[in-house]
């Protein structure tokens, strides 16, 4: 059993202008004024397990579980209360587990999470929603897919991932969108790792845009790239990082990037071990005087401390023809607490912009805006997890000349429970 609660206090969400941002939009209802405030609360309820088949080497897992959410109060969408009883995990597996080696492999299906490196392009945040009829916007509690297949193994320095994933989406904003890929990795040396991915949009009722009115399916989009990370080992190290990948389409000219580089030190030795790191990346855009289109598809790119590039901005503002500056840094005052602060800066790649919130179309400027926010997160102890969210986000001039000029604000306190 796992539950959890969360209070949440935002003022001037949508930067001021929450009719502009969702005139279309199918979740919304009564859109909140200069403040809300409400409450978030969710029960997780199921069994799971693991059992060694004889004397081999061999074990089979499963779990199944129902999960319910309540919402209570003015969200960022609506004002109505909600409760809301859904399946969540639902999966079996088998794991091979080599204790002379270290040598492993492990099969599942069903509704379970799963995310590829950091979330830049796959993350189990986005394997369903936590909106509309759920509620729970911002507690978070849904994250398992309506039905995936994952298939890993790992053999020396060695790595393998295939992947077949259903995100569980929304009813009035299903896609019928699946993705499938493979991952390959392989670590060199204690200090330095690399793979590469292949990953095509397999099915999909979506469509890219394009200014001259033309519809481009979004099925049979192909994304292929390398990931890379040197780390070492010693207490105090400076560590580099970046990811780069490129897109086509089998059925018109696709020509599509999106890459990230990030630098960074920390410092075990001194107390509260602190670091600070500087990360560049880049989603492109289209532009509208090429025969290709260009803007990236980024999947289910997501994952707060990750690629949700603001914790607002990351509403209006889908990683996808983007550039962002990135300053982090973070402190562990304790064992089991982590204070981590975050500086954004978000400039867009091309000043058309379709495909994203239909209020942020066609861009007046490439100047999004900036985000600082402050983030808490502390294990109090084996069983309980707080996290504390503080952010401020300042519209740029293209959010300015629309009339979204007010600075949003958030303040979120979440509780997280297992038993």
């Known amino acids: ?93 088998l794991l091979y587990a080599d204790p002379d080696s270290g040598n ?33 916007t911002y507690l978070g509690p849904r994250n398992t897919t309506d039905f995936s297949a994952i298939f890993t193994r790992e053999f020396g320095r060695a790595r393998v991932a295939l992947f077949y994933i259903d995100p569980d989406e929304l009813e009035d904003l299903e896609s019928n969108t699946t ?5 390959f990795g392989y670590e060199f040396t204690d200090a330095f790792s690399a793979d590469a991915s292949v990953i095509t949009i397999h099915t999909s009722d979506s469509t890219y845009r394009t200014p001259g009115g033309d519809t ?9 790239g390398l990931h890379g990370l040197y780390r070492p080992t010693t207490p105090d190290h400076f560590w580099l990082e970046g990811e780069a990948y490129y897109q086509t389409n089998d059925d018109f000219a696709m020509s599509a990037r999106a890459y990230y580089g990030t630098i960074g030190h920390i410092w075990k030795s001194v107390r509260w071990s602190p670091s600070i790191s500087y990360r560049f990346a880049s989603f492109s855009g289209d532009d509208p005087d090429t025969d290709s289109f260009e803007r990236f598809d980024s999947m289910m790119s997501t994952g707060l401390g990750n690629w949700l590039q603001g914790v607002s901005f990351g509403k209006v503002y889908r990683n996808a023809n983007l550039n962002t500056h990135r300053i982090q840094a973070n402190l562990s005052p304790r064992e089991g607490m982590n204070l981590t602060l975050t500086w954004h800066r978000l400039r867009a790649d091309e000043i058309n912009n379709i495909g994203g919130n239909p209020a ?60």
């Open 179 to 183: 993705f499938a890929g493979a991952n």
């Open 360 to 419: 942020l179309s066609t861009l007046t400027s490439r100047d999004l805006g900036e985000e600082y926010t402050a983030t808490l997160r502390w294990a109090l102890d084996r069983n309980r997890y707080l996290q504390i969210v503080a952010s401020h986000a300042l519209p740029g001039k293209a959010l300015k000349t629309i009339g979204a000029d007010d600075p949003w604000t958030t303040l979120q306190a979440s509780l997280y429970i297992s038993f």
């Open 104 to 136: 492993s492999a492990q099969l599942s299906f069903g509704r379970q999470t799963w995310t590829l490196n950091d979330g830049f392009l796959i993350s189990m945040v986005a394997g369903s929603s936590n909106a509309g009829e759920r509620g729970a």
């Open 1 to 93: 059993m796992n539950t959890g609660v969360g209070v949440y206090s935002d003022s001037n969400a949508w930067f001021g202008a929450p009719a502009l941002f969702n005139g279309s939009n199918p979740l919304a209802g009564e859109l909140p004024g200069s403040g809300s405030t409400w409450a978030e609360a969710y029960l997780e309820f199921g069994i799971g397990g693991a059992t060694r088949l004889g004397e081999t080497d061999y074990y089979l897992f499963g779990a199944a579980s129902g999960l319910f959410s309540a919402s209570r109060g003015q969200d960022i969408f609506r004002d109505d209360g909600r409760d809301f009883l859904h399946p969540d995990k639902g999966y079996v597996g």
């Open 216 to 224: 481009l399916a979004r099925e049979g989009t192909t994304t292929w």
